[in-house]
């Protein structure tokens, strides 16, 4: 069984920007350059991923005609997509304070789309989706004030759904992807990743035996950690599913009108009569915020505070510039 992943956009499109940012003649002179794109993708495909659905027009040449990737890319359904953010936008549009998000430092409309858009998505096609923003109910607190009231605990009902559970995967060292990519390739060709990788596929195979499967996967990502060591790390990733049942449908089916319109309510019953599924996955591989900011630390710990100030400046002047 192929397993493949939904990535939006709005990851792609921040892995480029922080790329073009992080492999900047100032971060040059202090580090080696990073390839944030292959980064992800390397550690999806070792956690079982073996195709990637997302909008090819978002990714950049190199990576997209790479030979080990090109064949593993699958352009978006396009027309499930713009039903999504159609939807998606509705909701945001009578139910979210645009004005005051523009005033934080850090707006989180675009983000928050997205989600809903991602989400809605995937309840469409039935593919799993990268989600590293909000993928517990916690993660919607620090928005509740630019949220109408009907919104939250609509969100807040819909996140007791979600089941997360965490398990070992294979992620390669990036020193290998920097310098061996071959040693990359022959790994996942061997006999004991096709072991690891079929273990990983039983997460979707037989749902019902969740605690064997993950031991079963716990076991062979450490022979395969053994046989490799010094090429690949063992973590812990968040596999997460909406679990729907009727009690909780009942929140949103029971009421006359739902914040959500009638396509939430039929995305529940879908989850509900099990026609649909929804699954993501916590990867901070593609948090792109939260790479740039380690991003920006390493850079201040190899040269010091001036050589974010000389970025910091040379940035100023190129935007000054366009």
């Not at 069984?1 to 003649?25: A, F, P, V």
Request: net charge neutral; glycine share 4%; charged share 25%.
């Amino acid at each position: 069984m192929e397993k493949i992943i939904y990535i939006s956009s709005k990851e792609i499109g921040g892995l480029t920007s922080i790329s073009r940012l992080g492999n900047s003649e100032v971060f040059l002179k202090e580090l080696e350059s990073v390839d944030f794109h292959f980064i992800l993708f390397s550690t999806l495909y070792q956690s079982g991923t073996n195709y990637f659905q997302l909008d090819l027009n978002a990714l950049p040449p190199e990576i997209l005609n790479n030979p080990f990737w090109k064949n593993k890319f699958i352009d978006i359904d396009r027309s499930t997509f713009k039903t999504s953010l159609v939807k998606s936008a509705e909701i945001l549009k009578t139910n979210f304070d645009f004005k005051l998000d523009e005033t934080y430092r850090a707006p989180q409309a675009f983000y928050f789309q997205d989600y809903f858009t991602s989400l809605f998505y995937s309840t469409e096609t039935g593919i799993p989706f990268v989600n590293p923003d909000f993928a517990d109910s916690k993660s919607f607190d620090f928005l509740e004030s630019r949220m109408s009231k009907e919104l939250f605990v609509a969100i807040k009902n819909l996140n007791s759904l979600i089941q997360t559970n965490d398990i070992s995967t294979i992620t390669p060292q990036y020193s290998m992807l920097k310098k061996d990519v071959r040693r990359f390739e022959d790994i996942v060709e061997s006999t004991l990743y096709r072991n690891y990788q079929s273990s990983l596929m039983l997460l979707d195979e037989e749902p019902n035996k969740l605690k064997a499967v993950k031991k079963e996967i716990q076991v062979n990502a450490l022979k395969l950690h053994q046989k490799y060591t010094g090429n690949l790390d063992i973590k812990n990733m968040g596999f997460n599913f909406l679990k729907a049942n009727k009690k909780v449908a009942d929140l949103f089916l029971n009421k006359p009108s739902s914040v959500f319109g009638d396509f939430v309510i039929e995305t529940i019953e879908k989850l509900v009569t099990g026609k649909r599924k929804v699954t993501f996955y916590k990867v901070e591989e593609a948090n792109f915020m939260l790479l740039w900011a380690n991003r920006i630390g390493e850079l201040t710990q190899k040269g010091g505070a001036n050589k974010l100030s000389e970025f910091l400046k040379k940035y100023e002047e190129d935007k000054n510039n366009r």
